[in-house]
């Protein structure tokens, strides 16, 4: 069966450090690949969506950026955080077909930048 | 870009009652996807709806996409407790696989 893992959990990280979130699935090949942002209480922003390795969609650039390293990778990254990067940050994958399908959610990382 | 708005963005029920939240899409979509976020919870794939006019029935929700593929809505009937959550609306607007978000709307029972 697939699975998603989504890690770090939670991370407390000071203003202008850099940031690595990392996002794996197993049990399926060729999968879409999504990152989405949730500010508290609010909706799901995406971020970057990828298709296939080294193929991403930047949906809000500012000072995030994303890497697919390998098929089921997919890597969240920012030089220089900003407060407003707070926030509950989603990785989701689904089956690539010629219609989108189902998303599966990791469990999420919780990131809050003082 | 592609807007999904939802309505209400809360509502609060008493058990028993009926529920009912709607979404609208700024563009056609090909395919409407609702999802359940409980608190501090990843959101969890409810259906898909792909063709205009669809009605899929889930127990108690009832999930409608408009003729024109640019709204949709989820019905919960007799409200439970269990209900509790935010309910996304989803869509991708031309087959790339970019899926936004609604708004969501968050739903409260009271018991």
């Known amino acids: 069966s697939q699975t998603i893992h989504q890690w770090p959990a939670t991370l407390v990280q000071p203003v202008g450090s850099p940031l690595s979130l990392e996002c794996t699935v197993e049990?399926?090949?060729?999968?879409?690949l999504y990152w989405y942002r949730q500010a508290a209480g609010r909706g799901l922003q995406l971020l970057f969506y990828?298709?296939?390795?080294?193929?991403i969609s930047s949906e809000v650039p500012q000072n995030l950026s994303a890497s697919r390293p390998q098929d089921r990778q997919f890597i969240l990254s920012s030089k220089k955080l900003l407060l407003s990067d707070s926030g509950f940050y989603l990785c989701?994958?689904?089956?690539?077909?010629?219609?989108?399908?189902?998303?599966?959610f990791g469990e999420g990382s919780r990131l809050t930048v003082l | 870009g592609q807007q999904v708005m939802q309505i209400p963005q809360y509502q609060h029920v008493q058990e028993g009652e009926d529920f009912t939240t709607y979404c609208n899409s700024s563009t056609t979509l090909s395919n409407i996807q609702w999802y359940k976020q409980r608190p501090g919870g990843h959101p969890v794939f409810l259906i898909q709806l792909v063709k205009s006019g669809e009605v899929k029935k889930q127990k108690r929700l009832t999930f409608q996409f408009g003729e024109a593929k640019k709204n949709s809505s989820l019905h919960i009937t007799a409200t439970q407790t269990t209900d509790v959550g935010t309910y996304f609306c989803?869509?991708?607007?031309?087959?790339?696989?970019?899926?936004?978000f609604g708004t969501g709307t968050k739903l409260q029972v009271i018991p």
């Open positions: 990828s298709v296939g390795i080294g193929q």
């Open positions: 989803a869509g991708d607007s031309g087959g790339y696989q970019k899926v936004t």
């Open positions: 989701a994958w689904s089956v690539r077909s010629g219609s989108t399908g189902e998303l599966f």
């Open positions: 049990g399926t090949s060729n999968p879409n």
